[in-house]
Structures are given as structure tokens and as C-alpha cells.
Nanobody
Framework: QVQLVESGGNLVQTGDSLKLSCAAS????????MGWFRQAPGKEREIVAT????????FYSDGVKGRFYITRDNDKNTLYLQMGSLKPEDTAVYYC????????????????WGQGTQVTVSS
């Protein structure tokens, strides 16, 4: 089992950048594919970006492609999401999650979830 704690959420302006972090503890972090997800008020949780266990494969949703960048540091047991050119529609609670698969691009493949961090983008 792995425990996940997100941080870095904040209130920012349109066009700003922000970096989220997800600290993992428990079983070997590098055994898991990882992902970032978000949920806006009244909407379903959606995938933002995923990364394979070794960091070699990444996936981005169309809405963030070219603006967000997912990375991981297996030595520090930490997942990151660098967000740029933020828009009001990026406002949501952002969650990190771990999958026991080595690569996972569907939300139902994720087994462990953090509590989330709020990102608010004002216009």
C-alpha cells in the first residue's frame, strides 16, 4: 500500500504557473504508475496526466496538453505536475493517485488516492 499527500495548490491569476507535488510513502514508489486527476465543482473527476513507473511514458488530456508537464523523482518518492498558462477552467481539486500497473491511462486503474489540493485560477 502507498500513502499519498498532495501539496502546492494555490489561488493564482490567469496565465500564471504553478507546481504541484505529491509525496508518497509506504511500499516502493517506483512499483507504481502515477497520475494526476482533477475534479471541479459539480463535475466528475477527470484524468489530467499520467506517467509510467519509470517515467518513460506520459499521457496528457487534450485540455492540458502543451501546458502541463508531469514528472516523477523515484529517489525522492515524489510526483510533480508543472502547470503553465493556467486558465479559469483549470480550477479544481487536484488529486494524485497510484496504480499497481506499470502504466495506467484510465481512472479506474488507480488504486490509491491522495486527499487533494485546491487550485483556483482567477480571471
Amino acid at each position: 500500500q502507498v500513502q499519498l499527500v498532495e501539496s502546492g495548490g494555490n489561488l493564482v491569476q490567469t496565465g500564471d504557473s504553478l507546481k504541484l507535488s505529491c509525496a508518497a510513502s509506504g511500499r516502493s514508489f517506483n512499483n507504481y504508475a502515477m497520475g494526476w486527476f482533477r475534479q471541479a465543482p459539480g463535475k466528475e473527476r477527470e484524468i489530467v496526466a499520467t506517467i509510467s513507473w519509470d517515467g518513460e511514458s506520459r499521457f496528457y488530456s487534450d485540455g492540458v496538453k502543451g501546458r502541463f508537464y508531469i514528472t516523477r523523482d523515484n529517489d525522492k518518492n515524489t510526483l510533480y505536475l508543472q502547470m503553465g498558462s493556467l486558465k479559469p477552467e483549470d480550477t479544481a481539486v487536484y488529486y494524485c493517485a497510484a496504480s499497481r500497473a506499470i502504466i495506467a491511462q484510465r481512472i479506474n486503474m488507480y488504486d490509491y488516492w491522495g486527499q487533494g489540493t485546491q487550485v483556483t485560477v482567477s480571471s
